[in-house]
């Protein structure tokens, strides 16, 4: 989320830790970072994870989410060390959460039937308990836009032309390309779908790395930095389209998965599964990076979605035009 600041290192830590203290009123014996924007923290009783957030708004949002979440019986998630009650933590023009660690169990994936139907089963109870509250945050989230977003994306890849065309043929380009406009062409003719079901608030993320097994095997939601107001079928759809390449874009599977087998009835849903988000998401990325060695590892895995599972993408798409 955040660049990598040079102050992020030992002597950063150090002050972290007196600041965390005086914060607190806990004595914090321990803070080390395990990825930009994360550290783990430790008093002499409690782990805590210390999360950097963009502006005061984002984490006003996610204290309020969560502790609602609570109340409504969603215990599947963390909440915020309890001084975040009464205020934020502010410390050299940057601002940070203090919030509750989980021990991790097995790691999760989506590799397995077991892990995905845990994900979707998680992700119904966590639409269920938002929708009785997403009037509270009318003003204080915006609306998840699917068509802007995907047509942005589409844009995106279309003036990264010039330097796509290196690493892709131009007929993969134009199948690709060609995809997107149809599925966007067709969603606008039936773009009352997304606003059309109950009203949530959605999760916006939900990447496997999203997903965590405690150690006693229960699975957690984490990471709300992208929730917005909008309906459920919108986490399903990004839910559906990441699991898909493992389950080698079998239809068949899709159609046992309860949640998705029913959204499968809907025309928009089916017409959104066209559009290939993934390799657009990810080839836009790709150009944007200017990190050439997450580029060089990068490519190996663009490779695999754009050339590798075209035909069980394309055999996949025309299944779900017949549905249309
Ligand atoms: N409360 C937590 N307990 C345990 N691990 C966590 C917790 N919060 C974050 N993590 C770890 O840190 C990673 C990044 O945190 P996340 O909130 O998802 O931030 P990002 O915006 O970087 O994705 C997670 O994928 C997870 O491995
Ligand atoms: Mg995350």
Same mark, same amino acid.
């Given at each position: 989320?955040?660049?990598?600041?040079?102050?992020?290192?030992?002597?950063?830590?150090?002050?972290?830790?007196?600041?965390?203290?005086?914060?607190?009123?806990?004595?914090?014996?321990?803070?080390?970072?395990?990825?930009?924007?994360?550290?783990?923290?430790?008093?002499?009783?409690?782990?805590?994870?210390?999360?950097?957030?963009?502006?005061?708004?984002?984490? +006003?949002?996610?204290? *309020?989410?969560?502790?609602l979440l609570f109340i409504n019986g969603f215990h599947w998630t963390y909440r915020f060390h309890p001084v975040h009650a009464k205020k934020i933590c502010f410390f050299e023009d940057r601002i940070f959460g203090l919030i509750e660690f989980i021990k991790k169990g097995s790691s999760f994936s989506y590799q397995t039937k077991n892990n995905r139907i845990q994900a979707i089963k998680l992700l119904s109870k966590f639409h269920e308990k938002t929708q009785l509250f997403a009037n509270e945050f009318s003003t204080k989230l915006s609306f998840f836009n699917q068509i802007e977003k995907w047509?942005?994306?589409?844009?995106?890849? #279309?003036?990264?032309?010039?330097?796509?065309?290196?690493?892709?043929?131009?007929?993969? #380009? +134009?199948?690709?390309?060609?995809?997107?406009?149809?599925?966007?062409?067709?969603?606008?003719?039936?773009?009352? *779908?997304?606003?059309?079901?109950?009203?949530?608030?959605?999760?916006?993320?939900?990447?496997?790395?999203?997903?965590?097994?405690?150690?006693?095997?229960?699975?957690?939601?984490?990471?709300?930095?992208?929730?917005?107001?909008?309906?459920?079928?919108?986490? *399903?759809?990004?839910?559906?389209?990441?699991?898909?390449? *493992?389950?080698?874009?079998?239809?068949?599977?899709?159609?046992?998965?309860?949640?998705?087998?029913?959204?499968?009835?809907?025309?928009?849903?089916?017409?959104?599964?066209?559009?290939?988000?993934?390799?657009?998401?990810?080839?836009?990325?790709?150009?944007?990076?200017?990190?050439?060695?997450?580029?060089?590892?990068?490519?190996?895995?663009?490779?695999? #979605?754009?050339?590798?599972?075209?035909?069980?993408?394309?055999?996949?798409?025309? +299944?779900? #035009?017949?549905?249309?």
């Amino acid at each position: 989320m955040t660049a990598n600041r040079r102050s992020d290192g030992d002597e950063f830590e150090h002050r972290l830790l007196l600041y965390l203290t005086s914060f607190t009123g806990e004595t914090f014996l321990y803070v080390k970072k395990i990825k930009n924007g994360i550290w783990v923290c430790k008093t002499a009783k409690n782990t805590w994870i210390l999360k950097e957030f963009p502006t005061k708004e984002k984490i +006003e949002n996610q204290i *309020y989410l969560t502790k609602l979440l609570f109340i409504n019986g969603f215990h599947w998630t963390y909440r915020f060390h309890p001084v975040h009650a009464k205020k934020i933590c502010f410390f050299e023009d940057r601002i940070f959460g203090l919030i509750e660690f989980i021990k991790k169990g097995s790691s999760f994936s989506y590799q397995t039937k077991n892990n995905r139907i845990q994900a979707i089963k998680l992700l119904s109870k966590f639409h269920e308990k938002t929708q009785l509250f997403a009037n509270e945050f009318s003003t204080k989230l915006s609306f998840f836009n699917q068509i802007e977003k995907w047509e942005t994306r589409l844009n995106d890849f #279309i003036s990264n032309f010039p330097q796509l065309k290196k690493f892709i043929p131009q007929y993969y #380009i +134009e199948v690709y390309v060609e995809w997107a406009k149809w599925s966007l062409h067709m969603l606008k003719q039936n773009k009352n *779908y997304f606003n059309q079901q109950a009203k949530c608030v959605i999760h916006g993320d939900v990447a496997h790395h999203n997903f965590i097994y405690n150690f006693d095997q229960q699975l957690f939601l984490i990471d709300f930095d992208l929730i917005h107001l909008g309906s459920p079928v919108i986490d *399903y759809l990004q839910f559906t389209n990441r699991i898909l390449p *493992y389950i080698e874009w079998s239809h068949h599977e899709l159609q046992q998965m309860e949640t998705i087998k029913d959204l499968l009835n809907h025309k928009a849903f089916v017409i959104a599964l066209i559009y290939p988000t993934d390799v657009l998401r990810e080839w836009n990325r790709f150009i944007r990076s200017k990190n050439k060695k997450n580029k060089d590892q990068s490519l190996a895995y663009l490779k695999e #979605i754009t050339f590798n599972q075209y035909e069980q993408r394309k055999s996949f798409a025309n +299944e779900m #035009i017949k549905r249309i």
